[in-house]
């Protein structure tokens, strides 16, 4: 099925253009910086835009993380916080909603998403282990490292293509899967981490077929499957535009049925449901949610709250709700598809089908006489910030860190720099602004020379290190 662009959403509706489902009833003021002082502001943050001050930034698309705005309904929710140190009301109603639309068994809370992995990776993982995933996500491969594990990509050879135009990018190759588990023995291999949508391919989805697959594949060996839900609205949108026999399913059905395939699922509450802060860790077996609300205990806080307060959870039961409904994420997707559609008009390299929650500018591309060992999608990131006060984040050999046996550069094949689009924050204009800042910096490419290194923090360098022009 061909991708929807906002024209063709639009003629569902008798050629009428949509709109956003909602109005505006309180705005944060922001202004634009002079060339002068966002020279001095990434100079002092080391070209990098994690160091940025929030103040210094213009339109900040540094990550769709916890940027979200809430509903007034969810606003409310958060008067009701029941701030209980024990059995808050709160934790009772978030447990239903995830029980509700997700289906899983067992719930418990976390801080965020990070607070999950580490507690499934301790929970699961031995010194020696093997996880297969389809493509690595940061924190996820840390958590499964500093467990004692091995990230094994087997993802589908399309999702290292930015040019190619498969619908489902996202999907496990069966094969590789099957070839590794060959490889390793299925005893060592504690369970298949699929990510839906996968953020490093450029926010590609992961088809209904191929999770059906993949569970009946992991069945055969007598191994578990869990799910990174952290956009997996977003995916359920892709399937219900791309797979044949779900254009009449809604959002949230197909979310559930997806679910129905996995044993379990962790879950970044700051994406899809429209938080500021909040993850969680769902399952069905017994065995993990005994060990996960014992670990909880130890790093997070108390079971029935696990690093949120009460407030918190309110607000994050109130919008898991709100982030399943079909006329939401058919706004939220297609801001995203306009700007995708501007750049692509324009013929700036982009990754393609355009994801869910990003446009991701293919800085290998626009920037090919600059070497990897440069960082170009760092250097990109730089140049747009300088532009125009935009902040986007590199996606490349940066956050791709070291490998932890040979101590060198991971040199992945996408060097990207992503343009996180927040949920419910910027209008159509702000995409309009930030289109004709890319084409700008595009339109000088030839006159940058790239970036070194001179700080490098032992663990997720992307967010600290700093860098210095060549």
């Not at 594949?217 to 839900?229: E, F, Q, S, V």
């Not at 219900?240 to 970044?268: L, N, P």
């Not at 919008?319 to 008009?345: F, K």
């Not at 747009?384 to 490998?403: F, P, T």
């Amino acid at each position: 099925m061909t991708q929807p662009t906002p024209m063709t959403m639009g003629q569902q509706f008798g050629r009428r253009s949509w709109a956003e489902p909602w109005k505006i009833k309180m705005v944060e003021p922001i202004k634009m910086t002079d060339r002068p002082g966002r020279e001095r502001a990434i100079r002092d943050a080391g070209y990098n835009t994690f160091l940025l001050r929030s103040e210094d930034v213009y339109i900040d698309l540094l990550t769709d993380s916890g940027t979200s705005a809430m509903s007034d309904r969810q606003w409310a929710g958060m008067m009701l916080g029941d701030e209980a140190y024990a059995g808050s009301r709160n934790f009772y109603h978030l447990e239903e909603a995830v029980q509700n639309y997700y289906g899983y068994k067992y719930l418990v809370p976390t801080h965020q998403g990070r607070g999950a992995e580490h507690l499934i990776s301790r929970a699961l993982i031995k010194e020696g282990d093997v996880i297969p995933g389809n493509m690595y996500f940061t924190t996820t491969r840390l958590h499964q490292e500093l467990a004692g594990g091995r990230f094994v990509d087997v993802i589908i050879d399309e999702a290292h293509d930015p040019v190619s135009l498969h619908p489902f990018k996202g999907n496990v190759d069966l094969d590789k899967l099957e070839a590794l588990i060959k490889e390793v023995g299925a005893e060592k291999i504690p369970y298949v981490s699929l990510a839906g949508t996968v953020n490093m391919a450029g926010g590609q989805p992961v088809s209904m077929a191929n999770v059906a697959a993949l569970r009946a594949l992991c069945d055969r060996h007598g191994i578990r499957l869990y799910l990174d839900a952290t956009r997996m609205a977003e995916n359920a949108w892709f399937i219900q535009q791309r797979e044949e026999g779900y254009g009449d399913k809604s959002v949230a059905a197909i979310v559930k049925e997806f679910c129905t395939y996995t044993d379990g699922a962790w879950m970044s509450a700051k994406k899809d449901h429209l938080v500021n802060i909040g993850g969680w860790l769902a399952m069905n077996h017994a065995d993990l949610f005994e060990a996960a609300s014992n670990l909880v205990v130890v790093y997070e806080g108390l079971h029935t709250y696990g690093g949120m307060a009460g407030r918190d959870m309110e607000a994050l039961a109130i919008g898991i709700g709100e982030a399943l409904q079909d006329d939401h994420m058919t706004s939220r997707i297609g801001q995203v598809l306009y700007l995708g559609e501007l750049l692509t008009d324009w013929g700036i390299p982009i990754v393609q089908p355009v994801g869910g929650h990003a446009i991701f500018l293919d800085a290998k591309a626009i920037y090919a006489h600059v070497p990897q060992d440069r960082f170009p999608a760092q250097t990109l990131a730089a140049q747009l910030y300088l532009d125009s006060g935009i902040r986007a984040m590199e996606r490349g050999v940066v956050s791709a860190g070291r490998d932890p046996v040979t101590g060198d550069h991971r040199y992945p094949k996408l060097e990207l720099v992503r343009l996180t689009i927040p949920r419910r924050v910027y209008t159509q204009a702000h995409m309009d602004v930030v289109a004709e800042a890319v084409k700008a910096v595009y339109d000088e490419r030839e006159k940058v020379q790239g970036l070194r290194m001179v700080f490098e923090p032992q663990y997720l360098r992307f967010f600290q290190a700093r860098f210095e022009p060549v």
